[in-house]
């Protein structure tokens, strides 16, 4: 059974356990889901409002695009554990002879860097959520308004969390070259990040 189609109850409970996945990368990537979702939620609120019919058009745009990273972020929370799995199956492979030793270098070193790939993806998605969420302050349901507080808190969440992911893989990869890169994109991506959901959260709070 995947992560997604498990019960709420039964996610955490895992999630709690002695079990080394899921971990702190699907429940990252859950934080963006719940984000989004409620940035959705606030254009479902707004949209056939007579009250916010100019922003009828802009409105629903975010509402399309919300949809889209929602269903990113729920396929992420499993994307993650299958990424971190691959690590671990390598740790059963043989290495008795020197060519199998090798072999399963360069098996952990494809693993680790498909892991790292998986949060930095995931840290883009939350950057996308981020924008899509600010461009609703102002334009959307009052009523909601503190929605897109904890919208903007659960992908700041999600984004740190999955830059904490994209570390710790990376500490293993040999790759200079591949490390530097997701190092400098990653951190590009932290800071547009944590700053669009400071300005949301700031906002918000100013509204409220």
């Known amino acids: 059974m995947q992560l997604i189609d498990r019960e709420v109850k039964d996610f955490v409970t895992v999630l709690g356990s002695d079990a080394p996945a899921p971990g702190g990368g699907s429940a990252s990537a859950l934080a963006g889901a719940m984000g989004i979702s409620l940035t959705k939620m606030v254009t479902e609120l707004t949209i056939g409002k007579k009250k916010y019919a100019e922003f009828e058009e802009e409105v629903s745009k975010a509402q399309k695009e919300a949809a889209r990273l929602q269903s990113a972020f729920i396929r992420a929370i499993d994307e993650d554990t299958e990424a971190f799995n691959k690590v671990s199956a ?32 995931m840290m883009e998605i939350a950057v996308e959520a981020l924008k899509v969420t600010r461009e609703l302050i102002g334009k959307s349901n009052t009523n909601a308004a503190s929605d897109l507080g904890v919208a ?31 190092k400098e ?24």
Do not use: C, H
């Open 90 to 121: 390598v740790f059963t492979m043989p290495k008795d002879t020197e060519e199998e030793k090798e072999i399963r270098k360069q098996a952990m070193q494809r693993a680790l860097e498909g892991a790292t790939q998986t949060p930095f993806k």
């Open 152 to 182: 903007a808190l659960n992908l700041k969440s999600a984004l740190q969390g999955a830059w904490l992911n994209v570390l710790i893989n990376l500490s293993g990869v040999k790759d200079e070259e591949f490390v530097t890169r997701y």
């Open 185 to 208: 994109k990653g951190n590009v991506l932290l800071s547009e990040g944590t700053s669009l959901a400071d300005e949301i959260y700031t906002a918000i709070e100013k509204i409220v």
